[in-house]
């Protein structure tokens, strides 16, 4: 027995192809025109969306205050997850009634709706048979979401290092829509993993753009406040632990700097004590980031209290060691040589032309040059860049 809806049954519209009022519902649900009114009603062929009306606005939008574990004490330590397959296309049987009924609405269906009319002139069937039940990208997107979404439900579970390391595990049906929901969900994952490289490519291209021609590129529009701060952190993390204080021979690959520096330092010094001309008043080294960060951290510049890892990034929004501040282009430490009569001769420190205090010698902004000397005695008699850094045949 047909089933009726409205005015007409598809008994009917079979037989009359007279399409009649009640048939169609124009109003929309919420202010979306893109969304059909009927579309929490379809059943199996519905989108996750509308399950989860919040993924509209936000496609990767977790709560994750909604899996509090029951105690302190408990962890996760497994996840079973049945999953079905993204959205498809129509198998080819309903693809041939689909075909079917366009034929019969676009040759013989009469009326003066809009929507009619919109099916007869504008609309065009483009099912193929041989798209047979496929997953469509909009099934791919769905699975990479998925596995997104679930990464930052479950990040103990679903991490790159337990994917990699081959603790989780994939288990599929044969059906080849299943197969590539699979292989969508894997490359969510790896995906995901590979946005902080994509971020920071934008991240650097809103700050080159600007860096270079002092442009505000609409690159720069992709970050709010929040995102640069993190971004930036990640980047001090990677220059915490390459080249300053995460470990102590970082540092040490500036002995000769040091020592240098020093060098000249003492030689103007004696000048001036037996009351000669300095001959060599300035002396500009140029270098790199690389290059001035293990000197800066040799003498004990923006040292914290704690050191800087990926799990105390909000206790650590007050932190002195910021590259950002540290080292722009053109960054420059300068190292100013007072001579205050009577012998006394005073050492301050700038960077980035603003006065610094040496560390550990915060009596006054300008120390006595033998006061600087005897605080950093020990790197003074030693720190011996082929010492410190030879590499020892046989050692692992």
């Known amino acids: 027995m047909p089933i009726a809806f409205g005015k007409i049954t598809f008994l009917h519209l079979a037989v009359t192809t007279c399409f009649c009022g009640g048939f169609r519902n124009d109003s929309n649900p919420g202010d979306n025109p893109n969304i059909p009114a009927i579309a929490k009603y379809f059943s199996t062929k519905g989108r996750y969306e509308e399950v989860n009306p919040h993924l509209i606005e936000d496609i990767l939008a977790v709560n994750a205050s909604i899996l509090q574990p029951p105690s302190e004490q408990c962890r996760r330590v497994h996840l079973t997850a049945i999953i079905r397959h993204g959205t498809r296309y129509p198998t080819s049987k309903n693809i041939k009634k689909m075909q079917t009924l366009y034929e019969v609405v676009r040759r013989k269906a009469s009326g003066e709706e809009s929507w009619l009319r919109e099916i007869q002139t504008q609309w065009t069937m483009w099912y193929k048979e041989d798209m047979d039940g496929r997953l469509v ?18 990040p103990s579970l679903i991490s790159e290092e337990k994917l990699r390391g081959g603790f989780v595990k994939f288990i599929t049906s044969s059906k080849h829509r299943c197969v590539n929901s699979t292989l969508s969900f894997k490359a969510g994952l790896t995906e ?11 991240f650097y291209l809103c700050a080159y753009e600007f860096a270079i021609k002092t442009v505000n590129s609409p690159w720069c529009r992709l970050f709010d406040e929040v995102d640069a701060q993190v971004l930036e952190y990640a980047n001090d993390l990677k220059q915490f632990w390459k080249r300053a204080y995460g470990h102590d021979i970082n540092s040490k690959s500036s002995c000769i700097l ?22 060599e008043a300035v002396t ?13 951290t040799l003498l004990g510049f923006f040292k914290d209290s704690d050191a800087l890892t990926s799990t105390n990034y909000a206790t650590q929004a007050q932190r002195s060691f910021r590259t950002s501040h540290m080292l722009p282009y053109a960054a420059n430490l300068l190292l100013v040589l007072y001579d205050c009569g009577g012998g006394e001769l005073r050492l301050q420190p700038l960077l980035n032309e603003k006065p610094m205090t040496f560390p550990g010698l915060t009596g006054t902004p300008v120390p006595l ?8 005695r020990a790197l003074l008699l030693g720190c011996d860049f082929e010492t410190e850094c030879q590499l020892f045949r046989g050692r692992a």
Do not use: C
């Open 258 to 279: 040091f020592h240098d520096a020093f060098s000249r330092l003492d030689n103007a010094a004696s000048e001036i004590r037996l009351g000669k001309q300095v001959t």
């Open 192 to 202: 995901l993993w590979a946005i902080t490289d994509m971020a920071e490519a934008a």
């Open 284 to 296: 500009v080294q140029v270098g790199h980031a690389e290059t001035l960060l293990p000197l800066l």
């Open 369 to 376: 040059y033998e006061d600087v000397k005897d605080h950093y």
């Open 137 to 154: 990208q909009k099934g791919v997107d769905d699975h990479k979401h998925l596995a997104v979404r679930l990464s930052k439900l479950f």
